[in-house]
């Protein structure tokens, strides 16, 4: 068996987050979030503030299928992908950096379709967190000082932002369980019993093998 890799989509306000740090923290293992941003841009010779603006941003291109084709008939650094939009070239250049982390290490990757990146990686376990809106309501408005209304729309905002992202760049539905090995209700389990389903189902899944 390879690396054990864990990927995390999850609502906004759901602890998605948290879950992964206090997970790689547990294991003794590294998280990539923001991380993954600042080693694709080195990896790539991408400033980083343009992965940082393009970061799980919904593109409204229609040359995807294209796109993924040049890619993987002609490779990163090929004629075509310079061609790209913008938003094409960042988001293949995580896709890389993604593969490279998950061949190298044991980790915990939160968000940016890590789980479509890595659907042919046996050892990966693709994990989305979730909880009623009432309750991430009330963490976002006492997280950032605002009206329950405003937070209701916030997590509104971003989560329509991130399932137009994932959804357009995996051909999957965000959130779908069919997308997901384990889709988990932090309002009901809690940080650490999510925590707790997922080594579980580590445990299972080797067992099992």
Partial sequence: MGNKIYTIGREFGSGGREIGEK?????????????????????????????????????????????????????????????????????????????????????????????????????????????????????ISQRANITENKARDLIQKQDKQRASYYNYYTSKKWGDSQSYHLTLDSGKLGIDGCIDMILKFREILDASR
């Fill in 23 to 139: 997970l790689a923290e547990r294991l003794g293992i590294k998280l990539y979030d923001k991380e993954l941003l600042q080693q694709a841009a080195k990896e790539s010779g991408f400033c980083e503030e343009i992965f940082e603006n393009h970061d799980e941003k919904p593109t409204s291109s229609f040359l995807y299928s294209l796109v993924m084709d040049t890619y993987s008939l002609n490779g990163y650094h090929s004629a075509p992908f310079l061609d790209m939009p913008l938003n094409h070239k960042v988001f293949l250049a995580q896709f890389d950096t993604i593969k490279k982390i998950a061949e190298r290490e044991s980790c915990v990757i939160v968000g940016r379709c890590a789980d479509y990146a890595l659907s042919d990686n046996p050892d990966c376990i693709n994990i989305f967190i979730h909880a009623d809106m009432d309750k991430r309501v009330k963490i």
